[in-house]
């Protein structure tokens, strides 16, 4: 992997050595994190989670960024790579490369056996301690289930989870998800509606 990602690293130091890589690593703890490739099941899920919400904020003052997009964590230093994010204007980057995110609204990560843990755990952790952040989305790959986080004015965060043939709204952007439209083609009883 190189002697950059050998050793810890400063958040300046990681950029600039992230950017010139072949494939994503994410930041934790001042280390360089190899991103694990996703299985036929996931890219489906991700490609159709994209569709929805670009489709559903096409008219809104938000756009829908791909996994490529990567996220600063305020609390540790941290970079993420979520496998989706919303981010409403404006936008806001760490600096003129455009490609790290400071102020997602609404993050999503689709569930796999290697990343449930850390999605539920360390990431959603991460990820409160970003002032914009208001919705989480948790996608599963084994079954038709969404679960949906939401903080409150008071800071405190409720959850809801839908199953096939339900709807998610997401409260920060005004606009509804249909829960089988995220599983179209990788489930037969998802078809649309």
């Known amino acids: 992997m190189g002697e950059a990602a050998s050793r810890l690293l400063s958040p300046e130091e990681y ?3 992230e950017r010139t890589q072949p ?3 994410e930041l934790v ?4 994190v190899a991103m694990a490739g996703a299985s036929l099941v996931h890219n489906k899920i991700v490609a159709n989670v994209l569709r929805e919400l670009s489709e559903a904020l096409r008219a809104k ?7 490529d997009t990567r996220v600063r964590i305020p609390a540790g230093g941290h970079y993420r790579y979520p496998d989706a994010s919303v981010a409403c204007d404006p936008l806001e980057h760490e600096d003129d490369k455009l490609d790290t ?3 997602p609204t609404i993050l999503v990560e689709v569930l796999s056996d290697s990343t449930e843990a850390a999605d539920r755990g360390e990431k959603f952790r991460d990820y409160r301690s970003i002032p914009s952040f208001r919705e989480y989305l948790l996608v599963g790959q084994k079954e038709v289930l969404v679960e949906h986080y939401l903080r409150q004015e008071n800071g405190l965060w409720t959850y809801r989870d839908a199953g096939p043939g339900e709807r998610i709204t997401l409260v920060s952007c005004g606009v509804e998800l249909r829960v089988n439209e995220l599983y179209l083609k990788v489930f037969p009883l998802a078809s649309p509606g």
């Open 61 to 67: 003052p938000c756009d829908t960024l791909a996994s």
């Open 29 to 32: 703890h001042g280390a360089a």
């Open 15 to 17: 950029l600039a050595w």
């Open 23 to 25: 494939t994503r690593h």
């Open 101 to 103: 995110l400071l102020n």
